[in-house]
């Protein structure tokens, strides 16, 4: 059983600065070796896509972050992030890490508040 633990998120002012952090837990694996991704689901609205990282390392991120956010892996410590900076007050949502493994997984999501 694939398990997802995200962590970092909180309340932070407008231009401000959060760095979400995702990792799995129970069965360990490597997350080097799979797709791996950010998305985020504001109050009303779709979850929508907010980035990738490619198990060889290539990154993509949706226009409406691309040059704030950063999407990044640390095998040393299989680990996966997201830089967020420039923080807006319409990046507030719920933030979801996902694995594509035969199929996709999900962790519990971890909420970013940005005030204006």
């Known amino acids: 059983q694939v398990q997802l633990v995200e962590s970092g998120g909180g309340l932070v002012q407008s231009g401000g600065s959060l760095r979400l952090s995702c990792a799995p837990s129970?069965?360990?694996?490597?997350?080097?070796?799979?797709?791996m991704g950010w998305y985020r689901q504001a109050p009303g609205k779709q979850r929508e896509w907010v980035a990738t990282i490619t198990s060889g390392g290539n990154t993509n991120s949706a226009d409406s972050v691309k040059g704030r956010f950063t999407i990044s892996r640390d095998s040393a410590k299989n680990t996966m992030y997201l830089q967020m900076n420039s923080l807006k007050p319409e990046d507030t949502a719920v933030y979801y890490c996902?694995?594509?493994?035969?199929?996709?997984?999900w962790g519990q999501g971890t909420q970013v508040t940005v005030s204006s």
């Open positions: 129970g069965r360990i694996f490597s997350i080097s070796r799979y797709a």
């Open positions: 996902n694995l594509v493994a035969g199929r996709d997984y």
